[in-house]
């Protein structure tokens, strides 16, 4: 009887720490496996707020690329309203009075196709007067010194005619718009 109870209590004792044992590992094993659950989720999460960013970050550059067209547009618009306009129409002015805002419109709408004629009309005309200074002069081939000059001469004309005749065109529709 005692040897019984004692075998009970030692039987009974190791299967409570192979019990203990066993919930020890197994709970190791459950902590480990909702550590490596956890990980997981916060790593989901992780990429779910990068792809979230990601698609905040392109409707941003849309957003942006449609304001910047909007703009461009605006300002396309502001430079066709300003080629358009006039300063003869929507006055209640005598016909006599009208007369002088009309000579105004025409000179306005013939300023910028006058000034790409005058410039188109510079550069062959100066090209045709080295020719013929070159003619005048005999000579039939030049030394590429002399044409490499002559190119500067040519070249540094457009260049301030192109350059004035844009900045005068372009310049003058921002300045009215901002007024």
């Known amino acids: 009887m005692i040897g019984d109870a004692i075998l009970s209590i030692v039987t009974g004792g190791a299967t409570g720490l192979l019990g203990s044992l066993f919930t020890g590992i197994f709970g190791y094993f459950e902590e ?24 905040r970050q392109r409707a941003a550059d849309r957003e942006a690329e449609t304001r910047l067209q909007e703009s461009a547009d605006d300002l396309m618009q502001a430079s ?28 306005r709408g013939l300023i910028r196709p006058a000034l790409t004629v005058i410039l188109i009309w510079m550069i062959y005309s100066t090209r045709r007067e080295v020719m013929e200074v070159l003619n005048a002069a005999g000579i039939t ?25 844009l900045l005068w065109w372009f310049g003058s529709r921002q300045i009215r718009k901002s007024k």
């Open 141 to 165: 081939a030049i030394t590429p010194d002399s044409a490499l000059k002559i190119y500067n001469e040519v070249v540094s004309s457009i260049l301030y005619c192109g350059t004035t005749a």
């Open 80 to 107: 066709y309203a300003n080629d358009t306009a006039t300063y003869s129409a929507g006055h209640d002015l005598p016909k006599w009075g009208v007369i002088p805002l009309l000579l105004v419109d025409m000179i």
């Open 32 to 55: 480990k496996r909702k550590n490596a659950h956890e990980i997981e989720m916060r790593r989901l999460d992780m990429e779910e707020m990068d792809k979230e960013w990601q698609y």
